[in-house]
């Protein structure tokens, strides 16, 4: 993929609620090119799998953006991505 298609894809991620260019970079980093392509994933292997990739920790709030985003493109109305703070809260507290 070269510069220019990076860029159509980028901007094209950022039209989702919460998603800023960061983001949208870690969307692109795990494959995803549009916002559809989130419809039907799963926030926290999204999650997990980005830590795995870059070999590091990021802040739980990223899995919250990540379902905030996913609810969107499953055809829910746009909530800001704090609104999944409690439900990423359970979540982690069901982990191994």
């Known amino acids: 993929m070269n510069s220019a298609e990076e860029q159509v894809i980028l901007r094209s991620?950022?039209?989702?609620?919460?998603?800023?260019?960061?983001?949208?970079?870690?969307?692109?980093?795990?494959?995803?090119?549009?916002?559809e392509s989130l419809a039907g994933q799963e926030p926290r292997e999204m999650y997990?799998?980005?830590?795995?990739?870059?070999e590091k920790r990021h802040d739980p709030c990223v899995l919250d953006t990540f379902m905030s985003a996913v609810s969107f493109a499953n055809g829910n109305p746009a909530q800001p991505w704090w609104h999944f703070t409690p439900e990423r809260k359970r979540?982690?507290?069901e982990q191994p």
């Open 48 to 54: 997990e799998r980005l830590c795995a990739l870059t």
């Open 91 to 93: 979540l982690m507290s």
């Open 13 to 35: 991620l950022q039209k989702l609620p919460n998603i800023g260019p960061a983001c949208a970079r870690d969307l692109l980093l795990l494959g995803y090119h549009s916002p």
